[in-house]
C-alpha cells in the first residue's frame, strides 16, 4: 500500500511559479513510477508527467513539455512537480498518482493504482 498527500497548490499570476510536492508513505514507494494529472470539472482527469523509480526516466505531455519538471527524493519520500510560465489554463485539480506494478512508469490512467487526495491550483490572468 501507498498512501499519497498533495501539498503546494495555490493562486499563482499567469507567469508565475508553484511547487508541488507529494509526500508517500509504504515500503514500495521507492520502488514505483509516480505520476501527476490534473482534471477541472466536467473533464477527464489527464496525464501532466511521470517519472520512473529510479528518476532517471520523466515523460511530458505536450502541454507542459519546457515549462514543467517532476523530480523524486526517495531518501524522502516525496515527488514534486516544479511549474513554471503557468498560463491561465493550467488551473485545475493536481493529483499524484504511484504506479500499481513495481518498476512500472505510465502515461495513461490506469497505470497508476494509488492516488492522493489532490491540490487546487489556480492561475490568474
Known amino acids: 500500500q501507498v498512501q499519497l498527500v498533495e501539498s503546494g497548490g495555490g493562486l499563482v499570476q499567469a507567469g508565475g511559479s508553484l511547487r508541488l510536492s507529494c509526500a508517500a508513505s509504504g515500503r514500495t514507494f521507492r520502488s514505483r513510477g509516480m505520476g501527476w494529472f490534473r482534471q477541472t470539472p466536467g473533464k477527464e482527469r489527464e496525464f501532466v508527467a511521470a517519472?520512473?523509480?529510479?528518476?532517471?526516466?520523466?515523460y511530458y505531455a505536450d502541454s507542459v513539455k519546457g515549462r514543467f519538471t517532476i523530480s523524486r527524493d526517495n531518501a524522502k519520500n516525496t515527488v514534486y512537480l516544479q511549474m513554471n510560465s503557468l498560463k491561465p489554463e493550467d488551473t485545475a485539480d493536481y493529483y499524484c498518482a504511484a504506479s500499481a506494478n513495481i518498476g512500472g512508469v505510465a502515461a495513461s490512467r490506469g497505470g497508476y493504482a494509488y492516488w492522493g487526495q489532490g491540490t487546487q491550483v489556480t492561475v490568474s490572468s
Open positions: 517519472i520512473s523509480s529510479d528518476g532517471t526516466g520523466t
